[in-house]
């Protein structure tokens, strides 16, 4: 059972334009929500993180925004950049584990 | 660099052998996680580990695997009689505190192919 979805496998985007990545989750018991972005052959990499009691956090380019009725989170990136283009996992936290999702691939366009 | 290392970055093993895994933590982090990635998957969780202690391993097979953190040295994964769906890419992370919410420093994950 996939508790957290990101139901786009991919996204392209014109550099300087925003790029808005989304996220579903089914546990209203996540406490914490993060954004990762991960190149080829390498780990994840933190970007930001928001707490469920908040509905929106940000951090130079990236603003994530959560909706806790709608059991919805995205991320924001504007302008975005071609240094942008990765694999962007959202992951959902509860108790001692998180749950990623299956990633959405971003590609920004010079 | 004092971010996770993860060995070797590539194993391959033929069906029946074992594979070991090591990840060393980030300098002054004690909270170790285990996570497996299949082709065109998330990362799904395997198993959390403080230094000697598992804390959580509900991720994890029943069978064939296992983990450990020991007082010194890395955290090891070990894969006892590989089978070809093991194989996958296999990512270590690690943290400071326990606190909910504090992002995990991942390595760069050790690619395992079973022939």
């Known amino acids: 059972d996939q508790q957290v979805k990101q139901n786009s496998p991919s996204l392209s985007v014109q550099e300087g334009r925003i790029s808005i990545l989304n996220c579903d989750y089914t546990n209203s018991m996540f406490d914490y929500f993060l954004w990762y972005k991960k190149y080829p052959a390498e780990g994840p990499t933190f970007l930001i993180s928001i707490s469920s009691i908040k509905d929106k956090n940000e951090d130079g380019r990236f603003t994530v925004f959560l909706n806790k009725s709608a059991k919805h989170l995205s991320l924001h990136i504007v302008p975005s950049q071609p240094g942008d283009s990765a694999v962007y996992f959202c992951?959902?936290?509860?108790?001692?584990?998180?749950?990623f999702g299956t990633g959405t691939s971003l590609t920004v366009i010079p | 660099n004092a971010g996770v290392m993860q060995n070797p970055r590539h194993l391959v093993r033929r069906r029946g052998q074992e594979a070991r895994l090591r990840c060393s933590p980030m300098k002054g982090h004690s909270h170790v996680y285990w996570y497996r990635q299949l082709p065109e998957e998330g990362l799904k969780f395997m198993v959390y580990?403080?230094?000697?202690?598992?804390?959580?391993e509900s991720g994890m097979p029943k069978e064939r695997f296992s983990a450990e953190f020991p007082k010194e040295g890395p955290s090891i994964l070990r894969i006892q009689q590989v089978v070809r769906g093991d194989s996958a890419a296999y990512f270590c992370?690690?943290?400071?505190?326990?606190?909910?919410?504090?992002?995990?420093?991942f390595g760069d994950g050790t690619r395992l192919s079973i022939l």
């Open positions: 992951a959902a936290s509860a108790r001692s584990q998180f749950y």
């Open positions: 580990l403080q230094k000697e202690n598992i804390i959580d």
């Open positions: 992370a690690s943290s400071q505190y326990r606190e909910m919410g504090q992002p995990q420093h």
